[in-house]
């Protein structure tokens, strides 16, 4: 279980959170982590879907001396081939960003569609290793903080913070059709 404990770690998820997520009783996580108990494949599964694959079955049903275990999670989802094209993404945010914010306002403004995406794309690959979500809602979710930081800088005004959702929403669409064949990470 050295690496569903790694992944805890790493992640800063309390294994009683984590039960809750695959719907297993916490007392019953706590005991596979502590090695009382074995995971049966159909839980080891459930683990495997909750972390978007950072997990292995292999990491929960095969175990190997703890010594010889190294687990790079990072490394699991840098081989994922599900980036955001970032120059995609800077395009669309450009016509979108000023009518969120109701155009330019600072010297430098035409740089935050570019600084928008590449935050919003380590936003979208950070997430893999904590939500399930995938393709446009992980987009939508990659995005919220994103422009929701941008509003803030630049203190905008209510109306502008209510069509935050509206906003993501669109970007994420309009991304998605406009790249078709984006794997759906």
């Known amino acids: 279980m050295d690496a569903l404990i790694a992944f805890l770690r790493d992640t800063r998820t309390t294994p009683k959170a984590f039960a809750r997520l695959i719907g297993l009783d916490a007392g019953r996580l706590e005991r596979i982590l502590s090695g009382e108990e074995a995971v049966d494949p159909t839980v080891a599964q459930r683990m495997v879907d909750a972390t978007g694959g950072a997990l292995q079955l292999s990491d929960l049903i095969y ?10 999670f990072r490394g699991r989802f840098a081989g994922e081939t599900a980036d955001i094209d ?12 000023p009518k969120l914010i109701g155009g330019a ?3 430098g403004d035409e740089h935050l569609p570019r600084l928008a995406a590449d935050a919003t794309a380590h936003t979208y690959l950070a997430l893999s290793t904590v939500t399930t979500r995938r393709g446009p809602e992980r987009l939508i979710q990659a995005l919220q903080p994103v ?6 800088d630049l203190s905008a005004p209510e ?3 209510r069509r935050l ?6 970007a994420a669409a309009l991304y998605f059709r406009a790249q078709p064949q984006a794997r759906r990470a």
């Open 165 to 170: 959702q509206r906003t993501c929403e669109e």
């Open 159 to 161: 109306p502008a913070r």
């Open 147 to 152: 422009f929701a930081e941008i509003l803030e």
């Open 63 to 72: 175990q190997t001396p703890a010594a010889a275990t190294v687990v790079d």
């Open 86 to 97: 970032t120059d995609l993404l800077a395009g669309i945010l450009a016509t979108l960003l």
């Open 105 to 107: 306002r600072r010297v």
